[in-house]
Every structure is written in C-alpha cells, then in structure tokens.
C-alpha cells in the first residue's frame, strides 16, 4: 500500500484526505538535489559509486559522469588512503548501523576541506544489502573560524604566560650583567695610570665577553620574538636548500677550524624545500653551532637529507660527546627564564632550539634529536617540499548542527 503524505495543518480536510501523493525516486532525487550544502551519494556494494547529487557536484567539483562507477577512494585524502579510513568507515557503518566523523576530503583539483560525514547502509524491502549512503557537509569556514578563534586565544594565554618571564629577563638576565659590565668599566677609567698592563687587558677580556654575551642574549629574545609577534615578517617560498646549507657552512667554517671540526654536506644539489628563507638560515646556523660547541677536536660534522613523501628531513650528525638523558628530556621544552644561567650550564644549548622549534612549526615542519653518548648527537628536522594546499589543524570535534 503506497504510503501517504499530506500538507502540513490539513490532515482533517475530508477533499485532501482523498488526494494521494506517492513517493517515487523523482520525488527524493529533487529533494535530494535541492540541499546544495549537503554532498549526498550512494555507493554499491562494491563501493563504487552510483548516484551523485548536484550538492556533490558543488562541494567536490565532479560533475556526474565523471564519478559514476569510480570508487569512492577519490575523495579521500592520501593520508587517509594509506590508513584505509574508507575500509574502517563502511565496517563501522556495518557493525554499528552507522558512522559519524569529521575528516579532511579532498576535491577534483586537489584543494582540502573540511566536512561532518555520516555513512551507513542502504537496506531494501526484502533485507537485502543495496549499498550504502554517504552524506558529507562542508565544515572547513566554521572550522577555520574556531581554529582563528582558538589560536588567538592560546597567543593571548600565551603572551601573559611570557609576560612575566619577559620582565624577568629584563631587569634580572640583561641588567645585572649590564651593571657589572659598567662597573668593570669604571674602575678601569679611574684606575688605568695605576693598574699592570696584564691587568688592564684581562679586565678588557673580560668586557668583551660579557658584552658579546650581552648581544647574544638581546639577539636570542629579538628572535624569540620575532617568533611570537612578527608573523607579518614570514613569507615561504619555495628555495634551493643546497645554497642554504653551504652558505651556513662557510660562515661558520672558521668557528669550526679553530677545533679542526670537519663541516661537510652530502646533499643533492637540486634539493629544495617550501620555507621562509630568514628562518632556515638560523635554523641551519643553531643547529651547527651548537654541533660545534659539543663536538671534540678533529671531529666531524655531517649535514645530509632524505625525501619522506611531501617532506624533506634534514639530519646534521656530529661526533660529539652526546648528551644525557636528563638534557634530552628538556632540550625542546626550556622556559624563557633565567636564560644567562642556562646559556652558562649548557654553553647556550637549549635557547637556540628554542628559537630553532618555533620557527620550524611556523614552517610546517618539527625537530628530534637521537643521542648516542659518548659517539654524538644527531639532530633532525623536517620541512615540506611544496607549498601545502591547505594546512591540516587539529581534529577538534565539531558538532554537526542540524539547525545550521
């Protein structure tokens, strides 16, 4: 018997009762095809798929004829792919009825958004297995918007964390050398005419010093910085990383003979990375001299890579000392305080990886390090090879809003 429906608040009218609407394919299709936010198909049961509303055209950019009979891999990022997300998706609708999820899809030309899918079987009037259902809704402006919202949030926490350790640093790490470096100055101007000459250039020694210290630690929060607040300043292009590389070698190379260290590349010279050219520079400078600094005389220090699908790693090896466990567990997670005390314990490891692990995350890549006591260290980093199409954030749940 075919099922009835009627128009809304007209249920008692006796000349509406006699009218009888049925419920074809026609019928749901221009439904279907009426919610341009929603992508809606169908698969069968060998996943393929077989219907495609013009809501799918809009989202995914397939007309019809071009996803009929294609399997429903090709919205799904590689990533994904590589996972089997699609096997675990039509399992999960299979055992639990349906499956729900937030995901990254990826369109014809390859541009990522961000979509609330629902899956789950299509069971005909006789039990049989027809296929499947796929809804998906295009989440990624909201989804971008809470991202905004939550990364302005964690700056604003962020700066206040650092706001006390900035003053800190100020009046504590910058003035109390600052004053010593004026003190030693001033019983040099008024006791010059009577002091040994030995004297005078070991209390002129030491100025330099403390001055130079001075610099780095004023370069070290002008970087950190830069880090936190000048993000107007980035700007990553795609860049030839041999010319990098080389560049940071030979400025360093004279550091290095003092201690007849090696510095050498075993990098291919077509090699190239997406990054902000200023930023690879110190990451590259950092890292190798802080090679230096734990590395023996006569040591070696190799920088190589290797591609790891869209991204390159880059490894700089040395034949140092290596570290304990103790320095490796806080290598990446030093607070901005107290920095003339670490710089002096650790001969300034530590504050440069500080600056090294921001400036790599601002580049889409990440840093680890793996020790081997006594035989050295071997720092990694990785940055990615093109310029993503759309940076993946976090997997935060977003609700799917019926009302929306």
Same mark, same amino acid.
């Given at each position: 018997?075919?099922?009835?429906?009627?128009?809304?608040?007209?249920?008692?009218?006796?000349?509406?009762?006699?009218?009888?609407?049925?419920?074809?394919?026609?019928?749901?299709?221009?439904?279907?095809?009426?919610?341009? +936010?929603?992508?809606?198909?169908?698969?069968?049961? #060998?996943?393929?798929?077989?219907?495609?509303?013009?809501?799918?055209?809009?989202?995914?950019?397939?007309?019809? +004829?071009?996803?009929?009979?294609?399997?429903?891999?090709?919205?799904?990022?590689?990533?994904?792919?590589?996972?089997?997300?699609?096997?675990?998706?039509?399992?999960?609708?299979?055992?639990?009825?349906?499956?729900?999820?937030?995901?990254?899809?990826?369109?014809?030309?390859?541009?990522?958004?961000?979509?609330?899918?629902?899956?789950?079987?299509?069971?005909?009037?006789?039990?049989?297995?027809?296929?499947?259902?796929?809804?998906?809704?295009?989440?990624?402006?909201?989804?971008? *918007?809470?991202?905004?919202?939550?990364?302005?949030?964690?700056?604003?926490?962020?700066?206040?964390?650092?706001?006390?350790?900035?003053?800190?640093?100020?009046?504590? +790490?910058?003035?109390?050398?600052? *004053?010593?470096?004026?003190?030693?100055?001033?019983?040099?101007?008024?006791?010059?005419?009577?002091?040994?000459?030995?004297?005078?250039?070991?209390?002129? #020694?030491?100025?330099?010093?403390?001055?130079?210290?001075?610099?780095?630690?004023?370069?070290?929060?002008?970087?950190?910085?830069?880090?936190?607040?000048?993000?107007?300043?980035?700007?990553?292009?795609?860049?030839?990383?041999?010319?990098?590389?080389?560049?940071?070698?030979?400025?360093?190379?004279?550091?290095?003979?003092?201690?007849?260290?090696?510095?050498?590349?075993?990098?291919?010279?077509?090699?190239?990375?997406?990054?902000?050219?200023?930023?690879?520079?110190?990451?590259?400078?950092?890292?190798?001299?802080?090679?230096?600094?734990?590395?023996?005389?006569?040591?070696?220090?190799?920088?190589?890579?290797? *591609?790891?699908?869209?991204?390159?790693?880059?490894?700089?090896? #040395?034949?140092?000392?290596?570290?304990?466990?103790?320095?490796?567990?806080?290598?990446?997670?030093?607070?901005?305080?107290?920095?003339?005390?670490?710089?002096?314990?650790?001969?300034?490891?530590?504050?440069?990886?500080?600056?090294?692990?921001?400036?790599?995350?601002?580049?889409?890549?990440?840093?680890?390090?793996?020790?081997?006591?006594?035989?050295?260290?071997?720092?990694?980093?990785?940055?990615?090879?093109?310029?993503?199409?759309?940076?993946?954030?976090?997997? +935060?749940?977003?609700?799917?809003?019926?009302?929306?």
């Amino acid at each position: 018997m075919p099922t009835k429906i009627y128009p809304m608040g007209k249920k008692n009218n006796p000349k509406i009762l006699k009218s009888k609407y049925v419920l074809t394919a026609e019928f749901y299709s221009q439904i279907i095809d009426s919610l341009q +936010d929603y992508s809606i198909f169908t698969l069968d049961i #060998d996943f393929k798929i077989n219907s495609w509303s013009s809501g799918s055209t809009k989202i995914f950019g397939y007309e019809t +004829d071009e996803v009929i009979g294609k399997s429903f891999d090709i919205i799904f990022t590689e990533e994904d792919l590589k996972s089997g997300i699609p096997k675990i998706e039509i399992e999960t609708a299979l055992k639990e009825g349906r499956a729900t999820y937030n995901r990254w899809h990826i369109t014809k030309d390859q541009n990522l958004f961000y979509a609330y899918g629902l899956v789950f079987p299509l069971i005909g009037s006789e039990g049989e297995m027809l296929g499947y259902v796929k809804i998906l809704r295009d989440l990624t402006e909201r989804k971008q *918007s809470e991202d905004a919202i939550k990364k302005y949030v964690r700056e604003l926490e962020d700066l206040n964390t650092h706001k006390e350790s900035v003053l800190a640093i100020l009046s504590h +790490d910058l003035r109390s050398p600052l *004053s010593a470096i004026i003190g030693t100055a001033k019983y040099l101007k008024e006791n010059f005419h009577k002091m040994k000459p030995d004297a005078v250039q070991e209390m002129l #020694d030491l100025l330099y010093k403390s001055s130079t210290d001075e610099l780095d630690m004023l370069d070290y929060l002008v970087e950190w910085a830069r880090i936190k607040y000048a993000s107007d300043v980035f700007s990553p292009t795609k860049i030839k990383l041999t010319d990098y590389i080389n560049k940071v070698l030979e400025t360093l190379k004279e550091a290095a003979a003092i201690n007849t260290i090696n510095l050498h590349q075993e990098i291919e010279a077509d090699t190239s990375v997406f990054a902000d050219g200023k930023m690879l520079i110190s990451i590259i400078q950092n890292i190798v001299s802080n090679a230096i600094k734990h590395t023996g005389k006569g040591g070696t220090i190799t920088v190589s890579t290797k *591609s790891n699908d869209d991204k390159i790693i880059v490894q700089v090896k #040395d034949t140092g000392v290596g570290m304990s466990e103790k320095i490796m567990e806080r290598l990446f997670t030093l607070q901005m305080k107290n920095l003339s005390e670490t710089r002096k314990k650790n001969k300034g490891a530590g504050i440069g990886l500080l600056l090294v692990k921001g400036f790599l995350e601002k580049n889409g890549g990440e840093i680890w390090v793996e020790n081997i006591v006594i035989e050295g260290s071997s720092f990694y980093f990785t940055l990615p090879i093109e310029k993503p199409l759309n940076k993946i954030g976090s997997s +935060d749940e977003i609700k799917f809003d019926e009302s929306a």
